[in-house]
């Protein structure tokens, strides 16, 4: 046998005490002292690293790289952008696995391929034999490149403080980038191989690597050998080539269909055409879209699937271990052990914390036949005995960062509420509990939600009163002159409500027309993209309908509304892109300095490159005015033909010289909700600019028609009523409560500063030009800090901030003024107020009933009508609707 | 490694400890604990089994591994350690007090090693 290969940390280990072990020719790490279990839960709570330089690193260039790519990869490479990353698995003639791998593009015009140390060889050669007809080039970097991988809750922030908090990467899995770790330039990846949803992997010069390995240890990472490397990959249900691709027991090929990951890592793009085993892939893709649709008819192509494992009776689930069901053997485990767990706290919910205690499971993967259900109940046999098990739908989930959460058998169920056994009481004791909650929200609590309102009382009395039960459909039909034509009767006064509320709308907005009776904002977008996709498609009605794409919006994580994503309202109006297989959407791009602000000349390239049919400013974390006028003018010089829409859910009340004109600034389109820093009840609003005499005149009306009969049959007449007061307030109020909130939101920040909160934005326009004011609390303490707030009086969200992964990582709160400015706040209680919330953010001190005294003395709502003629009208109005 | 002079090991890393009255424990040394990583179950057998020298005696299993426990003597369990059911990490935390089983009515011994041979043993090992 020949000597085995050392990777350059191999005196790290030695010294670190590490049991070394020969892994596909390497002398590698299987344990440190501490042991497998320790080193298994070290990951999951804290920050693991690992020495992956064994691991085979090819770097691909030349003309035909990506052909060549295309070529011996199942992956779409053309859905690879710069800084990104994607897992790919090396297909044979046969559509079985060569091997799996993972693909980065940290340079324009160069891909390296990272493939497992045992079959680097084999790769080498089978992917130099295939580059033969490409003009391509590849080059064999495994020995030049020290290569880590840092997995775990902390591996952001270790990386972070190496970084000296330069931008590492955006916060989504398998993005890439390029920065200096205690001075030396590595690239760093958002991938890894534990299931964990924070961690990444570092590339580095050789003559770097032992330099980064020993700061890393200083910052608290803690080296784990290849056993819990394998423990953590098994309890993420990744597949290890050997065992669950590549041949089987009985030593036929495995389909790669066999692993669920295929279906996101095999692609048959038309790009793809020559892929290497791309008509037995197609053949098994069609088996196993069968499969999921439990049509169990013919397995041939596709007859036994990996699928997790979880043993329920005692014992230890063992790599070729036969499995039963109901006496017949449906498979075997092709990886299996025991899997150290730590118990938590508050299991099922936001608020779930680690303990010191841990418990083990027996947990693995298991090849079984194709038509085994999830929760399945089957047996194992070990060593002769047949010992229960089930099949989970999996181990762990990683979808809630900071850190992976083991997803346990007999995990709490969600508690069902049983019908009412005693029905009087039940309505009183709903009636007290009303009660209860609206004096706690209006007399005690200090409500700072940005996107919410308290409507005046006469907005409150007329949504609640009649016409709150009836309908009036109403159309505009030409044959009447586009009158609009009611189908119901006793429906006078609601006609005379909506004309005269869309004549204060029009005056409000500075536009030409509105329509009001969408019932929520989400509601106002989807009727726009629908009236959008059917005027795009409306000289051809023979074919189905062209979805929209490309669409440029704010991405989530810097702030987007979902109501303009492709998850949220966007869902079902936007196209894939048939190159990249992916959403037709595009991002803003963000300053490097500011993430809160769009960079508008990185967003004229993006136009230019992607020509986006549709345009969608607008954000529901909100610090900055959006650049309208200047993307308008840009889309005008280039006569780049699009539609330019701003969602101001968020900012509807701030329309006006003390905010933005989106009108006067070029939106075609302006939606938005009526609840939020506007003055309404929960309803929407669509307003556009279009004249009578242009072309996109018909997109109005299509919008109309979409509104209604599309979207609603009943718009909600109560509401309607309430809304129109809320326009006469806001068009009486509306200059001095904008100047306001925005001169109060200013100085709030400033408060919260100076009280030594960490408040993002920009300080040299006081933090925000909105109502909201963003405070940074500490990566992932988010939900725990706002739980805190609200216990003491004070609403908030817990906000993820453009930096991190999503709401259950956030570690930010946002703040809004709007609510309480309308009660009468101004820069001296706001700054109490911030003082109040830093005692309880940072010192964890009580000022529940600081808080209480504090509201106590402002639950008078201004910037409403409240004469004494108006207050007398309002009593009889309560007095005859019986309210 | 550490080792007890009080008992006996076996060549598979057993030890047997005489309690006197004709009754013995038997459990596993350092050596094997730690060879094996952290221990994550065991199969033991149970109070009136009999169990025969060198045969097997139960499995013990690390997350790396299974092992079997071979039997340093033959006769009579009498007890079984329950605690290791719940804790089996308890042999690697403390092999000399983490006993396995207790037996009696002794009938034979597998081939056993005082502590000096057993270290020069392991030391070959």
């Known amino acids: ?207 770097d690597g032992v330099f980064i390995w020993d700061e890393l240890v200083k910052r608290g990472a803690k080296p784990i050998g290849l056993g819990a490397r394998d423990t953590l990959r098994m309890e993420a249900g990744l597949p290890l080539y050997g065992h669950e691709l590549g041949l089987d027991k009985d030593g036929n090929e495995i389909p790669i269909f066999a692993i669920s990951l295929a279906r996101f890592a095999v692609s048959f793009a038309e790009e793809k055409k020559g892929m290497i085993g791309r008509a037995p892939l197609e053949r098994q893709f069609a088996a196993s879209s069968r499969i999921l649709n439990r049509d169990f008819s013919d397995l041939r192509k596709l007859p036994r699937r990996v699928r997790p494992i979880a043993l329920t009776g005692r014992g230890v689930l063992r790599a070729g271990f036969p499995v039963y069901k109901e006496g017949k053997e449906i498979g075997y485990v092709t990886s299996g052990t025991m899997i150290p767990r730590y118990v938590v706290e508050n299991q099922g919910s936001l608020l779930e914390t680690f303990t010191d205690q841990k418990a083990m499971r027996s947990i693995g993967l298991a090849l079984l036949d194709s038509d085994i259900l999830t929760d399945d109940a089957v047996e194992v046999d070990i060593r002769g005995s047949k010992i229960s098990a089930v099949v989970p739908a999996w181990h762990l989930r990683g979808d809630a960062p900071p850190y992976a959460r083991p997803i ?114 989400q509601m106002s977008n989807v009727t726009v993209f629908s009236a959008l996709m059917d005027y795009k498609n409306r000289l051809d009605r023979k074919h189905t309908p062209k979805r929209l794409g490309y669409i440029l919006n704010n991405h989530i994580i810097k702030g987007g509304h979902l109501s303009a994503q492709p998850m949220g309202a966007l869902h079902d109006y936007v196209a894939v892109d048939p190159t990249t297989e992916r959403s037709a959407v595009v991002n803003f791009p963000v300053l ?18 992607y020509r986006p049919e549709f345009i969608i400013f607008g954000k529901s974390m909100v610090l900055h005015k959006e650049p309208v006028r200047e993307i308008r003018q840009f889309v005008d010089e280039m006569k780049i033909p699009t539609t330019i829409m701003y969602d101001m859910a968020h900012v509807l009340g701030l329309v006006g010289p003390h905010f933005q004109m989106p009108f006067e ?56 009523v309430g809304l129109l007061m809320a326009a006469y307030e806001m068009n009486a109020f509306g200059d001095e409560y904008q ?19 960490d408040v993002a934005g920009d300080p040299a326009i006081s933090y925000t030009e909105t109502h909201q004011v963003i405070v940074k609390t500490g990566y992932g303490t988010g939900p725990e800090v706002a739980e805190r707030l609200e216990e003491n009086n004070v609403i908030v969200n817990y906000q993820a901030t453009p930096e991190e992964e999503g709401f259950t990582a956030s570690g930010a709160l946002r703040l809004g003024v709007s609510e309480m400015t309308r009660f009468g706040f101004g820069e001296k209680e706001f700054e109490q ?21 504090l509201r106590a003395g402002y639950t008078t709502l201004g910037y409403c009508f409240s004469d004494e003629a108006v207050n007398n009208a309002l009593d009889a109005l309560g007095t005859t609707s019986g309210m | 490694m550490t080792l007890q002079n009080d ?75 329950e605690a290791l059911s719940s804790a089996p990490e308890s042999i690697n935390a403390d092999p000399y007090g983490a006993w396995l089983v ?13 502590a000096s041979a057993y270290e020069a043993f392991c030391a070959n090992a």
């Open chain 1, 1 to 207: 046998m020949s000597e085995l290969k050392r990777t350059l940390f191999y005196e790290r280990h030695v010294e670190a005490g590490a049991t070394m072990v020969d892994f596909g020719g390497w002398e590698m790490p299987i344990q440190y002292p501490d042991g497998i279990v320790t080193e298994h839960l070290a990951t999951r709570s804290g920050c693991g690293l690992f020495d992956v330089s064994h691991m085979g690193r090819f770097r691909i260039t030349g003309n035909d790289a990506k052909a060549f790519l295309q070529h011996v990869l199942t992956s779409n490479v053309s859905a690879l952008d710069l800084n990104q990353a994607q897992y790919a698995i090396i297909p044979n003639e046969n559509g079985g696995a060569i091997d799996d791998a993972y693909l980065y593009r940290f340079v324009e015009d160069a891909y390296i391929l990272v493939v497992n140390a045992a079959n680097a060889e084999k790769d080498w050669a089978h992917l130099s034999r295939e580059i033969k007809a490409f003009d391509a080039q590849m080059e064999n970097k495994s020995e030049a490149v020290a290569l880590l991988s840092l997995q775990g809750p902390k591996s952001k922030q270790i990386l972070s403080d190496m970084a000296e908090g330069a931008f590492l990467t955006e916060p989504v899995k398998n993005a890439l980038g390029t920065v200096k770790l205690c001075g030396k330039t590595v690239h760093i990846a958002k991938t890894g191989y534990t299931g964990e949803p924070v961690g990444y992997e570092i590339f580095a010069l050789r003559e």
């Open chain 1, 408 to 521: 346990v058998v007999d995990g709490p169920e969600e508690p069902k509420e049983k019908p009412s056994a005693d029905l009087p009481a039940s309505a009183l004791n709903l009636l007290k509990k009303a009660a209860d909650n609206h004096a706690w929200r209006q007399e005690q609590c200090i409500n700072l939600i940005p996107s919410e309102m308290t409507a005046s009382r006469a907005v409150r009395l007329l949504s609640g009163s009649d016409p709150s039960f009836r309908y009036a459909e109403h159309k505009r039909t030409a044959s009447f002159y586009d009158h609009e034509v009611f189908y119901y009767q006793g429906t006078k006064f609601i006609d005379e409500v909506e004309r005269a509320l869309v004549a204060e709308l029009v005056k409000y907005f500075h536009c030409t027309e509105v329509e009001a009776r969408v019932i929520s904002g």
């Open chain 1, 592 to 609: 490097r300095e500011n993430l809160f602000k769009i960079d508008v000349e990185e967003t004229k390239k993006v136009i230019e490159r």
């Open chain 1, 665 to 720: 600034e070029g939106a075609e389109i302006v939606t938005g909700s009526t609840h939020k820093t506007f003055f309404g009840p929960q309803r929407g609003v669509i307003a556009v600019n279009y004249k009578e005499d242009e072309l996109k005149y018909d997109l109005w009306k299509t919008i109309q028609t979409r509104a209604f009969p599309g979207a609603v049959s009943n718009h909600h007449l109560g509401t309607v």
């Open chain 1, 739 to 757: 100047k306001n909130v925005i001169a109060n939101a200013k100085s709030f920040a400033r408060s919260l500063k100076a009280a030594g909160l």
């Open chain 1, 833 to 853: 107020l911030a003082n109040l919330i830093a005692d309880c953010v940072l010192r964890n001190k009580p000022i529940a009933s600081e808080v209480a005294k």
């Open chain 2, 7 to 81: 008992r006996k090991y076996t060549s598979s890393h057993e030890w047997l400890l005489d309690l006197g009255n004709g009754s013995y424990r038997v459990g596993l040394s350092d050596f094997a604990q730690n060879a094996l990583g952290d221990i994550v179950f065991i199969d033991l057998p149970q109070p009136g089994d009999k169990i025969t020298a060198e045969a097997s005696l139960g499995d013990v299993e690390s997350v790396k591994a299974v092992s079997e426990v071979l039997s340093p003597v033959s006769g009579t369990v009498t007890a079984t350690n």
């Open chain 2, 102 to 114: 207790e037996v009696n009515d002794v009938t034979g011994f597998a081939e056993l090693m005082e």
